[in-house]
């Protein structure tokens, strides 16, 4: 018969009672808090919490700076001491998406280091403070291990974020799985957001081992590698979308290396090949992995090493994770057959808090639909091809988005690429881009770049250059931002029609392109949405208009709506 699971807030108040003094964590501006004050904290914060009404199974929601891992360990852990749901709010979220959040959710209260921000909520605030306290309040245990222990959101890169809730016996088994393992780290360093599945495996890992935990957020290359050096770290965590930053600095100071650092993990997204080779280069003694996991999935992740990171996005399942392939007809695909990856690790199922329904489409008999698009080849390797939902339907025509950002990508001076679909008022859909790039680049230039390596068709209009692509928490390009992005590009500075043929042809774009306001005569028809249904549209119009053939080159060629009418009216003067 096996023993019961442990809850994790009594894991942390039996940590505190043998070892009150080893450092539980410690920020990056240095502040740090033994597992004993942190555990005293807790048990104040729960009887504050119960003196305000919380009882068992209500919810609470946390709100904490980016960086204010302990503010956020002393709530998180307090919430369920007095027998709440912790409801960990995603700091990347919109007030919009906060208010419809807390709406679904339904907090009594909200915790927050920050407490003069939550406008988006009528829930009233209880301020979390890191300063020393008193005697402990409250028992050791408390609260009630049945039912829901904490809700994570999703990171509502294509939507508003789902909640993912998990009971406290899936947490029990997630920490005593963590503590069962041999070789783990006494220090952990990362640059993880708390409002994260990972951050919160992160977190669960050290009460469970005792390790204390190093965070560095914001993420600063130097200022990791020296944290990572002062503090003895063993094993880090970072979002993929660091790795090309952290190469850099290696490169530029190769003794910087930390000396002690033995696992590097990169989550969130792909590492890209080449950075993945360059940092097992400059790190010999530090296993580089990059690991493929999601919210809805628990502790089920995928592995690439430095010596498969050529083969693509997927990997190797994890110690005590499974992996099968769906056909769309609900059978068990076939080896090196493409279908819906699953993944299950033998936690308990998760579920969505507000969406049953959808719920029931992710989560089958303990197996996580992950919604990629994949297969497993004669070696046990998962190879993803895309996401179900990351295609474009253009007139007519399915474009895996995956496929353009790799294109994209194989520009010299392009570093990452977050590719989008938007409205399109005659195609259905069209894609748009942005580019991190190393030196100058115009839209014309990389649609260039992609003539003959994607369809027409495919071809991101606009496609924007940008210092830096806009993350969310776990490191994933934000739909939101980009959209701005990509809106802000096609209404600035906009130069108003100057000549009567530039009006003309701009009220035919207009109408064609059924734009929401003139187009300006410094504006691409390809930046509009234009592509060739359209433009053979336009040339016909403009034939009505001048009685006069104009050849597709007049408009394939022109950088913008006034070189267009420039050449027109060039062609009207031939005799």
């Not at 946390?62 to 369920?80: D, P, V």
């Not at 308990?348 to 639909?369: I, K, N």
């Not at 830096?468 to 994933?476: E, M, V």
């Amino acid at each position: 018969m096996s023993e019961p699971l442990v809850p994790v807030t009594s894991l942390l108040m039996s940590r505190a009672r043998s070892t009150p003094d080893v450092v539980a964590m410690v920020e990056g501006d240095g502040s740090h808090i033994s597992y004993g004050d942190l555990a005293a904290r807790v048990r104040q914060l729960a009887g504050a919490l119960r003196d305000n009404g919380v009882g068992d199974g209500t919810r609470v929601g946390l709100w904490m700076g980016e960086g204010s891992w302990i503010a956020h360990a002393t709530g998180y852990f307090a919430a369920m001491h007095a027998g709440a749901v912790a409801v960990v709010l995603p700091t990347d979220a919109s007030q919009r998406a906060l208010r419809q959040i807390c709406d679904d959710a339904g907090p009594v209260l909200v915790l927050s280091d920050k407490a003069a921000d939550i406008s988006w909520t009528d829930a009233p605030a209880l301020p979390v403070t890191i300063s020393s306290v008193g005697d402990p309040a409250g028992p050791d245990t408390a609260g009630s291990p049945p039912g829901l222990a904490d809700v994570i959101f999703t990171s509502g890169s294509t939507g508003l974020p789902k909640g993912v809730a998990t009971s406290h016996e899936a947490l029990a088994r997630m920490a005593e799985r963590y503590r069962a393992r041999s070789g783990g780290a006494a220090v952990v360093g990362h640059a993880l957001s708390h409002a994260t599945a990972i951050g919160r495996q992160v977190l669960l890992a050290a009460v469970a081992r005792g390790a204390t935990v190093v965070s560095c957020v914001p993420f600063q290359p130097d200022r990791f590698l020296r944290l990572s050096a002062v503090h003895g770290v063993g094993t880090a965590v970072l979002p993929a979308a660091l790795g090309r930053a952290l190469r850099i600095a290696l490169e530029a100071d190769p003794a910087a290396a930390p000396a002690r650092l033995r696992r590097l993990r990169f989550v969130s997204d792909q590492l890209r090949p080449e950075v993945h080779r360059g940092l097992a280069d400059l790190l010999p003694k530090t296993a580089i992995v990059n690991t493929y996991g999601l919210t809805e999935g628990g502790d089920a992740h995928l592995v690439v090493t430095a010596d498969d990171c050529d083969l693509g996005p997927g990997g190797y399942p994890a110690p005590g994770t499974e992996v099968r392939v769906m056909l769309h007809t609900g059978e068990w695909a076939p080896q090196g057959d493409i279908g819906v990856v699953c993944i299950r690790d033998g936690n308990f199922p998760l579920t969505y808090l507000t969406e049953p329904f959808r719920a029931q489409l992710v989560w089958h008999d303990g197996w996580t639909r992950t919604g990629d698009l994949g297969m497993i080849d004669a070696n046990g390797r998962v190879h993803i091809t895309g996401r179900i939902e990351a295609h474009a339907r253009i007139g007519g025509h399915t474009v895996a988005l995956s496929t353009v950002q790799r294109a994209l990508e194989e520009h010299p001076l392009i570093d990452s690429a977050a590719v989008i679909a938007v409205a399109h008022p005659s195609l259905g859909q069209s894609l748009a881009a942005v580019v991190e790039a190393r030196a100058e680049l115009d839209s014309a230039q990389v649609r260039a770049f992609l003539a003959g390596s994607v369809p027409d068709y495919a071809v991101p209009s606009p496609a924007v250059v940008v210092r830096a692509i806009p993350l969310s928490r776990n490191g994933k390009p934000l739909r939101e931002a980009i959209e701005r992005i990509v809106t802000d590009r096609r209404t600035a500075e906009v130069e108003p029609c100057r000549t009567e043929l530039e009006k003309a042809v701009g009220a035919i774009w207009a109408e064609l392109l059924e734009t929401d306001r003139p187009p300006g005569r410094n504006e691409s028809f390809h930046d509009l949405g234009g592509d060739s249904v359209a433009a053979v549209q336009v040339l016909m119009r403009v034939e009505e208009l001048t009685g006069r053939d104009v050849p597709p080159e007049a408009l394939t060629m022109s950088a913008n709506l006034a070189e267009f009418a420039a050449a027109v009216e060039q062609l009207e003067q031939c005799p």
